[in-house]
């Protein structure tokens, strides 16, 4: 990653979580410690963010949420044509009229693009994607109750009463993941699988959107065993003996093709 490229996303990070430790950089932007120690020490000499003991402080701290995870921000910067190529194939998985879950992640959030014609009722916790379906789509959109996280762009309730999640049936659900495996559909925070369990609670179909790094990605908690999944949408670069655990679980498995134009998308970002 480039200097530039990495000192705007520190900036992000550090306006988003108000205190960064070096320890948390070095993970998210896969980069040394030495190389992190200097890009903060370029950034504050700026007068763009605060030298601390082991990381950085925004000029301006706020009081926001927290989650366990890699932030939206960071997200929305990788695997950028393999999340459009799957966007695309799973989308091709709704039929007009339909109900659809969105779960909030970035790959998802790819969604939009093709749903963009459909007549759809959809209901997702995400900010991101909700403001582009108004924007962009035909569709009638609803939204849960509860605190937003800014930091992963999420509507999450620790809260069991209902809202418009209890009333809402879907057909089809589709998520992100931190990673999957033999032992399910993995996540890093105890919260958002709280809320991502009731989400799939409302949902008959469940497919999960994810780039052949998930499937190699592990976590020490599940939000649903495999066997709960339907579908695994997936690019191309997936590993055959990845794969085989998740068909051997009885789950379809659709292959996206990355295509020119989705490269093109990922070179202009």
Same mark, same amino acid.
């Given at each position: 990653?480039?200097?530039?490229?990495?000192h705007? @996303?520190?900036?992000k990070?550090?306006?988003e979580?108000?205190?960064?430790?070096?320890?948390?950089?070095?993970?998210? +932007?896969?980069?040394?410690?030495?190389?992190i120690?200097?890009?903060?020490?370029?950034?504050?000499?700026?007068?763009?963010?605060k030298?601390?003991?082991g990381?950085?402080e925004?000029?301006r701290p706020?009081?926001?949420?927290? #989650?366990?995870?890699?932030?939206?921000?960071?997200?929305?910067?990788t695997a950028?044509?393999? %999340?459009?190529?799957?966007?695309?194939?799973?989308?091709?998985?709704?039929?007009?009229?339909?109900?659809?879950?969105?779960?909030?992640?970035?790959?998802? +959030?790819? #969604?939009?693009?093709?749903?963009a014609? +459909?007549?759809?009722?959809i @209901?997702?916790n995400?900010?991101?994607?909700?403001?582009?379906?108004?924007? %962009?789509?035909?569709?009638?959109i609803?939204?849960?109750?509860?605190?937003?996280?800014?930091e992963?762009?999420?509507i999450?309730?620790?809260?069991?009463?209902?809202d418009?999640?209890?009333?809402?049936?879907?057909?089809?659900m589709?998520?992100?993941?931190?990673?999957v495996?033999?032992?399910?559909?993995?996540?890093?925070?105890?919260?958002?699988i709280?809320s991502?369990r009731?989400? #799939? %609670?409302?949902?008959?179909?469940?497919?999960?959107?994810a780039?052949?790094?998930?499937?190699?990605a592990?976590?020490?908690m599940?939000?649903?065993?495999?066997?709960?999944?339907?579908?695994?949408?997936?690019?191309?670069?997936a590993?055959?003996?990845?794969?085989a655990?998740v068909r051997?679980?009885?789950?379809?498995?659709?292959?996206?093709?990355?295509?020119p134009?989705?490269?093109?998308?990922?070179?202009?970002?």
């Amino acid at each position: 990653m480039l200097e530039r490229e990495r000192h705007r @996303l520190i900036l992000k990070l550090v306006e988003e979580r108000s205190v960064v430790s070096v320890g948390d950089l070095v993970d998210l +932007l896969d980069a040394s410690e030495a190389t992190i120690r200097r890009d903060i020490i370029a950034l504050a000499d700026r007068g763009e963010l605060k030298r601390v003991r082991g990381g950085a402080e925004a000029l301006r701290p706020r009081h926001t949420p927290h #989650l366990v995870g890699v932030p939206f921000v960071v997200n929305l910067e990788t695997a950028i044509a393999e %999340k459009r190529a799957i966007a695309r194939a799973a989308a091709r998985l709704v039929e007009p009229d339909d109900s659809v879950i969105i779960n909030g992640g970035t790959t998802t +959030l790819r #969604l939009v693009e093709f749903l963009a014609g +459909l007549d759809l009722d959809i @209901l997702t916790n995400s900010f991101p994607i909700a403001a582009d379906l108004l924007v %962009k789509a035909r569709s009638r959109i609803t939204l849960p109750g509860g605190t937003v996280y800014p930091e992963q762009n999420i509507i999450l309730s620790p809260f069991e009463e209902a809202d418009a999640i209890d009333h809402f049936a879907g057909r089809i659900m589709f998520t992100g993941c931190y990673g999957v495996g033999r032992l399910g559909w993995m996540e890093t925070d105890p919260l958002v699988i709280q809320s991502e369990r009731r989400l #799939l %609670k409302r949902a008959e179909r469940l497919v999960v959107m994810a780039d052949a790094r998930k499937l190699r990605a592990r976590s020490a908690m599940v939000v649903t065993p495999l066997e709960r999944v339907d579908v695994l949408v997936t690019d191309s670069s997936a590993r055959e003996e990845d794969l085989a655990i998740v068909r051997e679980a009885g789950i379809e498995v659709v292959i996206a093709e990355v295509l020119p134009e989705d490269r093109a998308l990922e070179t202009a970002a």
